[in-house]
């Protein structure tokens, strides 16, 4: 069994519904054991700036399935959901990414795991620190340092429905 970090984010219709929702199915998916979930995060939008705030968290998982085939089971998961292809950095009824699994780093050309751009982001980090506190980056930083590098840069605060 693999531990696996995946970050959630909406900001389409019923945001924590469809939270909510993603976390359900993970729960039912087969080989996927939910662990724990962080709080859920209010976040303005990434990249395209002209759309809705994003709800985000991080659900940690134990998983008896390979990385690819986690992708393909969260790719399952969102297209249920209602997801469907659009812009990059653009609305999104459910996005399920695989920020990490166990220690491992993977590069394909449907995968990249650690995610590329989870020390970058505060809606991934700030929730991913509830869960893994003592984290660290390549190169040693930890997880509180770079949330404290990045903030400022985005706002980011505890989503109160």
Known sequence: MALAYLG????????????AAAVDQ?????GVRVLRQS???????VG????????????EVETELE?????????QIEAALGRTPGPRWGPRVI??????????QVRS??????HPEMWNRLFVLVPLQELCP????????????????????SCIRQYEP
């Open 8 to 19: 959630l984010g909406s900001n389409v219709g019923d945001r924590a519904a469809m939270l």
């Open 26 to 30: 993970l729960r039912r998916a087969a």
């Open 39 to 45: 709080q859920v995060y209010e976040t303005e939008p």
């Open 48 to 59: 395209v700036r002209d759309q809705p705030w994003f709800l985000n968290a991080v659900v």
């Open 67 to 75: 990385p690819e085939a986690l992708r393909q089971r969260v790719k």
């Open 95 to 104: 996005d399920v990414d695989i920020l990490l699994y166990d220690s491992a």
């Open 109 to 114: 050309d449907t995968l990249v795991i650690p």
């Open 134 to 153: 003592d984290l660290q980056a390549p190169g040693g930083v930890s997880i509180r340092a770079r949330i404290e590098e990045l903030s400022g840069s």
